[in-house]
């Protein structure tokens, strides 16, 4: 699945430009470097030098441990659930919840505490050097015809989730540099462009992340849901 594009839910695919899954298009590879949790292993589900995103599954009834994490990062729940803390304290995060975390901290972990396994990915901004002279370009992600809920935005990230039922389409638009995506509900779709107009078919599975390409609305991009599902896609554009 070199080319995931469309923005089903907001996903876009230039076809002549398009997004590459970095560590889905084969089998993810282990990360022990940054371990988070004391009991779980990740899988890196998407790297390049500006994030790390890694890929955590929580079987029922198994505890993650003790946790360590680090200030600027993400926590996407793909398949949400019911967790415990130690202390006996459960807490609902439903499908597609999204946690942003300002300080490093630790806790004693928490148990899955439903029948189904809980999957979640954690995106850690990389540092990267002061940008001197002009300021980098980032926004809003902006569908004519589908609207998008404002998740969350602060000094690092701008994040979006959009939802696109069966036949709809997004609209032309372009995409800003430095953006990525994570599909909550994956699915099928037909992309679109001044190249292609006749329109090339994708599909990603749930919990599918990439790279965007950056796209000048000058390319005539759109892509529209062509399954028989609705799909659900969050969107981060990173600010620095």
Request: with cysteine.
């Amino acid at each position: 699945m070199k080319h995931l594009g469309w923005v089903i839910v907001s996903l876009g695919i230039l076809l002549s430009g398009a997004p590459k899954l970095v560590a889905e298009e084969s089998s993810e590879r282990t990360e022990n470097t940054q371990r988070i949790y004391a009991n779980l292993t990740g899988t890196v589900a998407l790297e390049n030098e500006r994030v790390l995103v890694q890929r955590f599954t929580i079987k029922p009834r198994e505890s993650t441990g003790p946790r360590a994490y680090s200030a600027h990062q993400l926590v996407v729940f793909i398949k949400g659930g019911v967790l415990t803390s130690k202390r006996g304290r459960s807490t609902l995060w439903p499908d597609g919840r999204v946690v942003w975390l300002e300080h490093a901290g630790h806790d004693e972990g928490s148990t899955n505490a439903g029948s189904t396994p809980i999957e979640l990915l954690w995106i850690s901004l990389k540092p990267i050097s002061p940008v001197t002279g002009a300021k980098p370009e980032y926004g809003y992600l902006c569908y004519p015809n589908i609207p998008g809920e404002d998740v969350l935005e602060n000094d690092e990230v701008i994040v979006q989730r959009f939802k696109m039922n069966p036949g709809e389409w997004e609209g032309v638009h372009a995409h800003n540099p430095n953006t990525f995506y994570i599909f909550i509900k994956g699915g099928q779709w037909v992309s679109k462009s001044r190249d292609h107009p006749e329109g090339v078919a994708g599909s990603a599975p749930d919990g599918a992340v990439a790279w965007m390409d950056t796209i000048d609305i000058s390319a005539q991009h759109q892509s529209g849901n062509s399954g028989k599902n609705p799909t659900e896609v969050v969107w981060v554009a990173l600010k620095r």
